[in-house]
């Protein structure tokens, strides 16, 4: 008696991808669409990556620091009262730093270079250092100084890039940015004078270095944390407003919430 032949079904691992060719080692073969796009994903994920690492890092270092310190009984009212204001300034210099750099990045974007990774990096070596110098006043204001400096030279690397074709050949948007950029290298040349005056007279007056420290410190940090944010949102406001957008509402509304507050 003849057997019927019998159809055996493959096996998952015999099964074979239902594809009209095989993938090979170039997945993406590089074209100049291709590097565009590469160019235009990588350079806000790549700047806001290294930002995001580099300040995590200099705010758990200032932590570290500066709680000790501060709960140190030893240490004088003046100390602990500097030691609140260097921190204070360390923190506004973080903030400020991860805002600019998301904000520029939402407006601008280049073909990344070399600098591109040496300028962030510099500003964080910038923003980590002063924390390990809290209690060392004279090389916290010279520090502290160089990393305002720095941060001026970031906004004239941004400057320096700064073309029509960034802004589809709106020339006065591009020369509303470049004002802000100015304004900004001009506050951080501010803030530079302030740190040099300030290091030179707790060079000669160690003994008020403490309450000097103090008002410098709380100065710096309104000229950074308010003056540089409020020239900011004013200009990106604007920016945002031509193109028809609206960055905030005017006024609270709750109707998306569904709770209605009482009168």
């Not at 209690?135 to 010279?142: G, M, N, Q």
């Not at 290298?185 to 290091?199: D, N, S, Y």
């Amino acid at each position: 008696m003849r057997e019927r032949p019998t159809t055996r079904l493959p096996e998952p691992h015999e099964q074979q991808p239902a594809v009209a060719e095989k993938l090979t080692v170039a997945l993406e073969p590089l074209d100049r669409s291709v590097l565009v796009r590469r160019a235009v994903d990588i350079f806000p994920a790549g700047y806001l990556t290294i930002i995001s690492i580099i300040q995590g890092v200099a705010l758990s270092v200032l932590l570290a620091e500066t709680v000790p310190l501060v709960i140190d009984g030893g240490r004088g009212t003046a100390a602990v009262v500097a030691t609140f204001a260097q921190a204070l300034l360390a923190f506004v210099t973080i903030v400020v730093v991860a805002y600019e750099y998301l904000w520029f990045t939402t407006l601008m974007r280049w073909v990344p270079t070399f600098r591109d990774t040496v300028v962030p990096l510099l500003l964080g070596v910038g923003e980590i250092v002063p924390a390990f110098l809290m209690e060392r006043w004279t090389a916290w204001w010279v520090v502290m100084t160089i990393f305002i400096g720095l941060g001026g030279g970031a906004y004239l690397n941004t400057i320096t890039r700064l073309r029509r074709e960034l802004f589809a050949g709106d020339d006065q948007i591009r020369r509303r940015i470049s004002g802000l950029l100015w304004q900004l290298v001009g506050q951080c040349a501010a803030g530079v004078l302030l740190g040099v005056a300030t290091w030179q007279v707790v060079r000669a007056w160690p003994g008020s270095a403490a309450v000097v420290t103090t008002i410098g410190a709380t100065a710096l940090a309104m000229l950074i944390g308010g003056w540089m944010v409020f020239v900011s949102e004013r200009v990106l406001n604007e920016v945002f407003e031509r193109h028809g957008i609206q960055r905030r509402p005017l006024r609270p509304t709750w109707e998306h919430t569904g709770w209605m507050p009482r009168n």
